[in-house]
C-alpha cells in the first residue's frame, strides 16, 4: 500500500524531526503532557492545545526526544478524556483540528516527536456508535460492536457476571431497551460512560486502522495505547470471584478473565504492519498494568508493540534490593524479545513519586491521597524522588517523564474533596481518594496567577499554596534545584550514550545499588550511612549534595567518571 498525500493544511512531510532514525524511540525520554494541566492559553481554567505549543520551548530547554499527549479528542469528560466520542477530532475545550497539527508541526520543527494516546478498549457512551446500538435494540449488529448481554436471574435482574469496574462497583450497568422496557446490560469496565468495545467484531478492528491511519496521516509519531492488555476477554465472560482490586492482572496463577488474553496480540501485530508502512520509526506503546516482566515482554515481541510501560519498576519500593531485582529483571525481559527495557515513575494515574516515596518503604501504592490519609515525609519524598529519577535517567532504554516531576511537584495533597473530579472518588463509595492529585494545573511563575499555567486565576482543580515555590521561574538556573538537576542528567544521559548502554553490576549489596553504564559508574545510596565516593571517581552528576566528608549520603543517587 503506498503511502497517501497529506491533505492539505495537515502538517507537510518536510516537518520530520532532524534525527530521523527509525530507532529511535529505543532510547529516547519521552515527555507525557496532561493537556488539561500544561498550559492554559485562554483563561477558563483547563489546558489546551494552543497552551501547548506555546510553552514547547521548555520541552527543548529541558532536553527530552519527545512529547505523549494524553487524549484530547472530543468527549463529555466523564474519565478526563478517556472516554471518546469522536477519536478523529480534537474536544473544543482543548482546541480545533488546525491546533492540533499546527502543535505537531511546531514539535517537529524542534526535533521532538509526538505520540497520541488511542483509546481502544471502550469509547464514550456519546459515541454515535453506543447511542446506535441502544436504538438498534438486543441482536442486533450495531450491539455487537459493544458487549451486551442478557442479565442472569429472574427478569434478567442480575449482571450477567460478577465482575467489578477499576473505578468501584459492577462493571455492567443495564439498559432500557427502545420499547421501554428494562432491558440488556453492557460491560463497562471503567466507567458507565465507558462501554467495552468487542474486539471480536470485524467492524472495530476496521475502524481502529483507520484512525492510526487518520493519524498518521497527520503526522504523528506514534500511539500510547490504552488499557492494551483489556481489549479481549475471555470467550465466557465467566465469573471471577475476586475484587478487582487494580489494573494489574497476572500476579496470579489464574489471569483475570478480563486480562491479558492471548488475544490481544494478533490485534497489535495488525496495527504493528500497519505502521510499518510508514517511514521514520513511528511507534506504539501498551499501557499494560501486566506482570511478571516476561508477560509484559510480549507486548514488546518483534512483530507487536515497540515499548510497554513499565509498571513493575513504578511500583517497586524504595530498597536496594528491590530496585535491583526489578530493573534487572525488567533488563533481561526487554532483551528477550529484542526491545529495550523502559522507565517511568509518574504519570497521571499513580500518586506523583516525589510523594508516594516519601511514605514508609513497603506501603502499597495508594489511589490517591487526600486530607485525613496518612501523609507522606515531603522532604524525604523529594530527596529520594530526585535519587530514584537520577537512577532512571542513567539507565539504558527509554524513560517517561510525567509534566512537573522535572520540578520535583508533589501531589496535591490536600485537595478538597469536594474539588475531586475523578470518578474513583465516587464510584469507590468514597474510599479511593483517586488520581486528581497528580493531575493538578503545573506551576509556570511563581507570582503570576494561577502560577503562570493561565492568563487568569482559573484552575480546573485548586493549585496548593506549595506550587510557588515549585514554579520554574524559581528553579531555571538555580545550582541544585530539581529542574537544573534533570536537564543537567538529559544532557549527559545525550552526550554519554546512557540511553543505549548496558548495565554492569557492581557490588550491590543491601545498602547500595552500584552499576555501570559505559563511561559511569552510577551509584544510589539506600543505607542509613553515608558510604565514601568510590577511588578515584571524579563527580558527574549528584541529585543532592555530598556531606562535608564528600561522602554520599543517604538516599542520594551519583554518576562518576572514572
Ligand atoms: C488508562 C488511563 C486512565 C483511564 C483508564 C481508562 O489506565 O491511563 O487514566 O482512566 O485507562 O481509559
Redesign the pocket.
Known sequence: MGRRRPVQSQPSDQAVPAAAADNWWRQAVIYQIYPRSFADSDGDGIGDLPGITARLEHLTELGVDALWLSPFYPSPQA??G?DVADYRGVDPIFGELSDAYALIESAHRRGLRVIVDL?P??TSSAHPWFAAALAAGPGSPERARYIFRDGRGPGGDEPPNDWQSVFGGPAWSRVTEPDGSPGQWYLHL?DPA?PDLNWDNDEVRAEFLDILRTWLERGVDGFRV??AHGLVKQADLADWHYPQET?SGGTDQRRPPMWDQEGVHEIYRSWRALLDTYPGGKILVA?AWVQPAERLAAYTRPDEMHQAFNFEYLQASWTAADQYAVIDRSLAAADSVGATPTWVLSN??VVRHASRLGLPVGTPRPNGIGIGDPQPDVQLGLRRARAASLLMLALPGSAYLYQGEELGLPEHLRLPDEARQDPTWERSGHTERGRDGARVPIPWEADAPSYGFGPTDASWLPQPGVWAEFALDRQRDVPGSTYEMYRTALRLRRALGLGSGTVEWLESGDEVLFFRNGPVRVLTNFGAEAVPLPEGAELLHASGPLDTDGNVPTDVTVWLRD
Do not use: C
Request: hydrophobic share 35%.
Open positions: 474519565d478526563a478517556y483509546v478498549n471502550h471503567f465507558q490504552d488499557v489494573l499501557e497521571h494515574d
